[in-house]
């Protein structure tokens, strides 16, 4: 399985990040996985943003439930982060990754990552 991210590097304050994982060797709606979002700001540690299972349901970190949306295209293979009103606190390097044993537990795949910068 692989997973590869993509997105807009550089946001300006109050905007909104767009980030799409693709998923290949794998389907994303093969019971019981969970697709999820996790960022490291640098010198940070890993942050669980949120996660997407095989169903649809959704799952997020209370810390930024409201302003996270997360959602797939089955047809694409593929889910997506949406971020609203980005500061530069959003800041990192941004990770897709399977999980196996929850939506924040035990992830095997993960992508490359792919850094987000907000700034004026």
């Known amino acids: 399985v692989q997973l590869q991210e993509w997105g807009p590097g550089l946001l300006k304050p109050s905007q909104t990040l767009s980030l799409t994982c693709a998923v290949y060797g794998g389907s994303i709606t093969t019971r019981y996985y969970y697709w999820s979002w996790i960022r490291q700001p640098a010198g940070k540690g890993l942050e669980w943003m949120g996660a997407?299972?095989?169903?649809?349901?959704?799952y997020y970190s209370p810390s930024l439930k409201s302003r996270t949306s997360i959602s797939r295209d089955t047809s694409k293979n593929q889910f997506t982060l949406q971020l609203i009103s980005v500061t530069p606190g959003d800041t990192a390097v941004y990770y897709c990754?399977?999980?196996?044993?929850?939506?924040?537990?035990?992830?095997?795949?993960w992508g490359q990552g792919t850094q987000v910068t907000v700034s004026s």
């Open positions: 990754a399977r999980a196996l044993a929850g939506p924040s537990d035990d992830f095997d795949y």
């Open positions: 997407i299972d095989y169903s649809g349901s959704t």
